[in-house]
């Protein structure tokens, strides 16, 4: 995997600034690819996947209900399929976290309607009988499902992402930089983490100020904790008004790779990132490519507000 580990850069020369960091980050995206790649092939990765396969990837309304009902949720299940598919089990007294669950059974072709529905309709069609109609989405109903948190068992496997190196005067930077950003910045120490697995989120201030506000959780790296700054402000500059569930593995190829860009630039390694988008990108890793522009575009805000900070 490439590695990332090499001192920082600088563009002093005004006049060929904008097309040598061009130039500069589309290599280093070029080396994220190739990272991703190894990443996606390697046996670490691959578990990773597998068990992550096992979850169901929720519409945007259930993902509103289970922030909701558990704030700090992450990985969602079934009691059962905690049970069969991971080896764990709910913990005694936990509370369920209700969702929608769609109702697949046989449906009328003309009136969508199942059978019993059906015949109380006063749909007439005949045709075919019943036991013959293709299965159909026909409604919703309430589900129980549980977070790991609620959970006691057989740990899932983690990836190492985090990225190391000198980062003690990027994390204030970062946070002094916050304004000409046009977000809030804010590290939360451990004890009053609200977000369970997630190290950072980006929301916003209230419902009458829409005003992004990142927020990380604190940790001794530093190195980390500003990467998970930067990826969280990329959110907020690429993705805040966006709210559409399906894409969100896009969304975070985007955010991530800008905060691959942005902590290289200040000599970090973040070599972790190809894990990263290897665990929550399931197509080719060309898709960075294909964002290049919004990617490269941002990384530079970032990096301008920082060293003009």
């Not at 060929?16 to 061009?22: A, H, I, K, L, P």
């Not at 059962?80 to 059974?105: L, M």
């Not at 902590?263 to 070599?271: E, I, N």
């Amino acid at each position: 995997m490439a590695t990332t580990s090499d001192s920082s850069v600088s563009f002093d020369q005004t006049d060929t600034r904008s097309d040598e960091m061009n130039s500069t980050i589309e290599q280093w995206i070029d080396d994220l690819v190739a990272g991703v790649d190894d990443a996606q092939a390697s046996e670490e990765a691959q578990e990773w996947l597998d068990v992550q396969s096992r979850f169901h990837d929720y519409s945007y309304r259930n993902t509103l209900l289970i922030k909701r009902q558990c704030p700090e949720a992450s990985r969602v299940a079934g009691y059962r399929t905690w049970q069969e598919e991971f080896d764990r089990h709910v913990t005694e007294g936990e509370s369920a976290i209700w969702i929608w669950a769609p109702i697949i059974t046989k449906q009328c072709p003309e009136c969508e309607n199942s059978p019993s529905y059906h015949e109380d309709s006063d749909c007439e069609y005949d045709e075919t009988p019943p036991e013959e109609w293709s299965k159909g989405l026909v409604g919703f109903k309430p589900t129980a499902v549980f977070d790991i948190s609620q959970t006691e068992g057989e740990p899932l496997p983690e990836l190492e992402t985090e990225a190391t190196g000198d980062a003690e005067d990027l994390v204030p930077a970062l946070t002094d930089a916050a304004d000409d950003l046009g977000v809030t910045v804010r590290i939360v120490d451990g004890a009053e983490w609200e977000h369970g697995d997630a190290k950072g989120v980006c929301t916003q201030r209230s419902v009458h100020d829409l005003m992004p506000v990142v927020k990380a959780k604190a940790r001794p790296n530093k190195a980390d904790l500003a990467v998970t700054l930067i990826h969280e402000c990329a959110h907020a500059l690429l993705h805040f008004d966006v709210d559409d569930g399906a894409e969100r593995s896009k969304r975070e190829v985007e955010a991530e790779a800008v905060a691959y860009i942005v902590g290289r630039y200040f000599g970090l390694d973040t070599s972790g990132s190809a894990f990263y988008l290897a665990a929550w990108h399931d197509d080719d890793p060309e898709v960075i490519q294909d964002r290049l522009g919004r990617i490269s575009s941002t990384a530079q805000k970032i990096i301008g507000a920082i060293d003009e900070g």
